[in-house]
């Protein structure tokens, strides 16, 4: 067992390491981080609805009605009346025929690209995408071409160049989950249009957060007919657990077959579906928690502009503050900690080395006063560390 306590110092001489921190209250926008009390400036509970009443009393009622555990997988024992109408629900939201729900995000992207993937078949992947993404790729065995961020240019010349396989998939985030920017997907459609290839858009991080109806980046660019294969998260803005697959019914009944993901796994509690069920009637009844996300957003960017850092792209709620240097990143994180501010240090091998960050993600729910006292610990941090 010496390797693992080699490769252990070996990350802490890289500044590599990682430590858990302790949450000591509710994933809300003024929180308990290790005892102390600060603003919460990196959830992905984007809307504040893990504390919204509406789905906490659907939490309870559902476990008052329905149990507290599925009991068994979907295909055997563990498939409620919740679960369907919580997919009837996302088909609709998402405008598809038909919608499948997963246990997590990463075994909906594992399970799909599992399932529809092969030997003999051809990814591009983004370089950007998310791990799960990444995973399901070499699971799949299929040929997994990486094209550099976004290049639609560079991803063009590799489609002509690879025409001879059965089937290509373009495989991309929606919104990077580390950059904060958005898929080229009109780009995108066109290039699968155009070379008979599946596009597969991961929107994790636009679910309940894009488009006019909070729906996602297809619905943001109007392109929601025109992208096959959609995958979403229910564990962020939508403040339960699970992932979900959408799209045509043949395609979700093929995933219900063939996904090993959503085979061989418990179904998800009935609590967490009734929640997310009680998400999707908040977004639908309540539209201004989504203006107030995109307009704290835009408050906090033009802020942090102000006191002279660099954010790295603006088109949805995730700020990328660029700091460079990972040990910079790290104390800069901790500084703002000590001020009550939770904005973590994002460092390699999640972003490439020079490019350490703080991923900063507002919420819905932040009032002006905790957006401004925020932006003061992010001034005297950045001049304490020497960042600025
Ligand atoms: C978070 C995330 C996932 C995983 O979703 P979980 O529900 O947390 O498992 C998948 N893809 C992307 C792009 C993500 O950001």
Redo the contacts with the bound molecule.
């Keep these: 067992m010496e390797f693992i306590k080699e490769e252990l110092s070996n990350l802490k001489q890289k500044n590599l390491y990682r430590q858990l921190k302790t949450m000591n209250a509710a994933q809300s926008s003024r929180t308990m981080v290790n005892d102390k009390e600060c603003i919460l400036l990196s959830s ?1 509970n984007y809307l504040g609805l893990t504390e919204h009443p509406e789905l906490k009393a659907a939490a309870k009622e559902a476990v008052d009605l329905w149990g507290t555990g599925s009991g068994g997988s979907r295909l055997i024992t563990g498939n409620m009346r919740l679960h369907e109408e919580l997919e009837e629900t996302i088909a609709r939201f998402k405008g598809t025929e038909a919608a499948i729900v997963f246990n ?6 594992m399970g799909a690209i599992t399932a529809l993937v092969g030997r003999g078949d051809i990814i591009f992947s983004d370089e950007l ?5 990444i995973d399901g790729c070499r699971l799949s065995q299929a040929k997994t071409i990486i094209y550099p961020h976004k290049d639609t240019g560079v991803l063009e010349k590799l489609l002509q160049q690879n025409r001879s396989y059965r089937r290509i998939y373009i495989i991309t ?5 580390m950059d904060g920017d958005l898929a080229p997907l009109p780009r995108l459609v066109e290039l699968a249009e155009k070379y008979n290839a599946w596009l597969m858009v ?4 636009a679910t309940g957060v894009m488009g006019h109806r909070g729906s996602g980046t297809a619905e943001h660019f109007g392109l929601e007919s025109r992208i096959p294969i959609q ?1 979403g ?4 803005a939508i403040g339960s ?3 979900f697959v959408a799209g045509s019914y043949d395609l979700i009944d093929y995933l219900r077959n063939k996904a090993r993901s959503f085979i061989y796994s418990t179904a998800l509690p009935p609590s967490e579906i009734a929640v997310a069920l009680a998400a999707f009637r908040v977004l639908r009844t309540n539209p201004q928690i989504r203006e107030s996300l995109h307009l704290n957003a835009h408050y906090l960017r033009s802020g942090l502009k102000k006191i002279g850092f660099t954010i790295l792209t603006e088109e949805s709620p995730v700020i990328p503050v660029l700091i460079g240097d990972a040990s910079k990143a790290v104390q800069m994180a901790q500084q703002l900690l000590s001020l009550g501010v939770f904005a973590p240090g994002i460092r390699p091998p999640t972003v490439p080395p020079g490019m350490s960050r703080l991923r900063v993600a507002v919420m819905a729910t932040h009032t002006r006063d905790d957006l401004d006292k925020a932006l003061a610990a992010f001034s005297q941090a950045g001049k304490e560390t020497g960042v600025m």
């Design positions: 992905n997590t995000g990463y075994m909906a992207n995408n998310h791990a799960s993404i985030d929606g919104v990077f989950s991961d929107d994790a991080h995958i998260t229910l564990s962020k657990a699970g992932g």
